[in-house]
């Protein structure tokens, strides 16, 4: 009886103090643009999830303890990160042509970086513990924040796009190879998609560009104005995964198809499209998923080789060009929002693994 | 006695196996004819990869008797393809042992070990993951590049390069040899040598690392295209290996800035690095299924 009164408050107090958490974070968020409707949106939405999902006990304790880990993980690869840059060789002030000592000590004291380290480490935490990054030290004025917002929008779109579009071909693909196994159309789609996987997108894109847009003059080559910009970048992003998930796909299917369940339901004379589509499909996306998760991150912090091919204003460009300049605020803040899309979208991945797998628990 | 078939080692058929595959069989023959390439490059290219040749600048392929063409310095482009295959392979194949060598011992020790050690040793390898690859990369390359290592002066060029891709190689690679460890692990034949008393390091030598070898190499033959693309692509983006020194990325780099008007400069070098990458994936491909014959 104890025990389940303990188990329950425990339940209880860490559902308040993932609430205290969100509500910090609404809150501090709505300083950057975000609408304050939006936020309590964000919110009250949350505690809804956590409400239906803490009807399954267990469930809020293990979102509970999944969250800690995550803020432990976020906060070790801050700190990596920060020693790490202090460790390259030049600084965000070293120019071609050097600074009289004077100014560039005035500058650095400006930012904070004449303190010792120690002492730099701890502010930033503080800092960014309330989602205050920083500004920029070479876009002077620009909070790292802002710039985060603005440029994320753009490969979140472009990254988004890809990630659909590489489960719209990849998934179909892979179906179909698996249901011609050992075919002509099977090893043409396969040889597709290994080419797929081994070609760098620097050349696929070139192609992309020569023909589409230099030959055949379908779509414009660069920028980011209208829909018709996005389709070269979207496909030229979208390969690689389609590649790689109708590979992943047929491999899966391939071993779903030889299982018991299969058999019973072609015995009792299931259509073969109906079991293609309730009993293999659904078995056989446990290893997209598992690929998904990184996949879903990785897409949508953007990529430089796109951006600088058709010049689209992401922020895969800025995470590069942030390191060659030297800027930490923003090569800090970027590494963390790539680490929080990480654990965001591997989180929603462990959460999809018991909707696709009922047999599979979460916090078991 | 005489209608026994003569047993096989597993080893043995697998080797039948991939034998009769036959687009792994030509990958592997083409993969050997690069690496002799690689290896031989000094004597095989027309010109040195630097040597300019300031009267023909930008000349077409086959012609001033250059085969494939000169770039915009007047460099002969076979020459530099076919120092560039030097360079891109070392990278390939000397990080790919390195971060396999790290991997399996730090996986091996950690799926032996388990317990607490184990999740420790797996949660840094989580934490290294989930760093951006591209920040890591250019952080680790960035300082060790000015660590001279070697005295090779190719070699040092790519010191920076070859520990970065190492240090982001062995993590996947050591998370993939802790899950084999572990599936070994509780298999009877360890038990009972556990049970005749045999040391740990043997047991994790003669019995387990046998046993989960064939995963590794297969790894290995995937680590090494994509240790080559990774390289391509920090080249293309111009934080890769510096001029005067050539790889395939360098290459299709300079190319794209012109792809419009002098295609050699590009397609020449594509063609070099899109044929290995198939290679080397065509070779993994068939060698996975050879060695694992279940899927």
């Known amino acids: ?364 | 006695m005489n209608h026994l078939k003569k047993s096989s080692s597993l080893w043995q058929d697998s080797l039948k196996r991939l034998k009769k595959n036959n687009a792994s069989v030509i990958s592997f023959y083409f993969i050997v004819f690069i690496c002799l390439i690689a290896i031989f490059a000094p004597l095989l290219s027309p010109f040195a990869f630097d040597k300019q040749h300031i009267d023909f600048i930008l000349s077409s392929p086959n012609q001033n008797g250059f085969l494939f063409g000169t770039d915009s310095l007047g460099r002969d482009l076979l020459s530099r393809i076919i120092y560039g295959s030097r360079m891109s392979m070392a990278v390939g194949i000397i990080t790919a042992l390195i971060s396999m060598l790290v991997g399996t011992v730090y996986g091996g020790v950690s799926g032996w070990i388990g317990g607490r050690v184990d999740a420790f040793m797996m949660r840094v390898v989580d934490i290294l993951i989930s760093i951006p690859s591209l920040v890591l990369l250019i952080l680790v390359k960035v300082v060790f590049d000015s660590v001279s290592l070697f005295e090779d002066p190719e070699l040092k060029a790519l010191t920076g390069m070859l520990l970065a891709l190492s240090v982001v190689g062995w993590v996947t690679l050591a998370r993939i040899v802790r899950g084999q460890v572990l599936q070994v692990k509780s298999l009877t034949y360890i038990e009972a040598s556990k049970a005749l008393g045999i040391p740990s390091y043997l047991i994790l030598l003669k019995h387990i690392l046998p046993n989960i070898l064939g995963p590794i190499i297969v790894l290995l033959t995937f680590q090494i295209p994509s240790n080559i693309l990774t390289e391509s692509f920090l080249s293309f983006i111009g934080l890769g290996l510096q001029p005067p020194y050539s790889s395939w990325g360098v290459l299709a780099a300079d190319g794209w800035r012109s792809m419009r008007h002098y295609p050699h400069l590009i397609i020449f070098p594509s063609i070099a690095l899109g044929v290995t990458m198939l290679a080397f994936n065509l070779f993994g491909d068939g060698l996975r299924d050879a060695l694992d014959p279940k899927s």
């Open chain 1, 1 to 364: 009886m104890l025990k389940k009164i303990l188990s329950k408050s425990t339940h209880v107090f860490s559902f308040f103090l993932l609430v205290l958490g969100f509500w910090a974070i609404c809150l501090n968020l709505s300083n950057y643009y975000v609408p304050k409707l939006l936020s309590y949106g964000i919110f009250l939405s949350l505690i809804l999830a956590f409400l239906s999902y803490s009807a399954s006990s267990g469930t809020v304790f293990y979102c509970f303890k999944r969250i800690i880990e995550a803020f432990i993980t976020i906060f070790v690869i801050a700190t990596c990160t920060f020693m790490l840059l202090r460790l390259m060789p030049g600084g965000p002030f070293d120019e071609e042509k050097a600074l009289p000592p004077k100014i560039k000590a005035k500058i650095e004291a400006k930012y904070g970086l004449d303190k010792p380290l120690a002492v730099q480490y701890f502010d930033y935490l503080k800092k960014a513990a309330v989602f205050d990054l920083g500004t920029s030290y070479k876009y002077i004025g620009r909070s790292v924040g802002e710039m985060i917002l603005q440029n994320f929008s753009v490969s979140f779109t472009l990254g988004f796009y890809a990630f659909l579009l590489s489960f719209l071909i990849g998934i179909p693909t892979g179906l179909f190879a698996a249901s011609k196994h050992n075919t002509f159309w099977d090893n043409f789609a396969m040889t597709l998609s290994i080419s797929g996987v081994a070609l760098p997108n620097f050349l696929v894109g070139s192609v992309l560009i020569v023909v589409f847009a230099y030959q055949l003059d379908w779509f414009p080559s660069a920028l980011w104005d209208s829909s018709l910009h996005y389709v070269l970048p979207v496909v030229t992003l979208g390969i690689r995964p389609a590649a790689f998930i109708a590979r992943l796909t047929r491999s899966t299917v391939l071993d779903v198809i030889k299982s018991d369940f299969i058999r019973t339901a072609k015995a009792k004379g299931l259509s073969p499209l109906a079991i293609l589509y309730k009993h293999v499909l659904k078995n056989s996306m446990i290893p997209v998923l598992t690929y998904s998760g990184p996949l879903l991150a990785g897409i949508l912090s953007g990529s430089f080789v796109i951006e600088i091919l058709f010049a689209v204003p992401g922020i895969g460009k800025d995470l590069v060009q942030s390191v060659t300049n030297r800027d930490y605020p923003l090569i800090l803040g970027l590494t963390l929002l790539y680490s929080v899309l990480l654990v965001i979208s591997n989180l929603l991945v462990d959460f999809l693994y018991s909707f696709f797998d009922p047999r599979i628990r979460l916090g078991v």
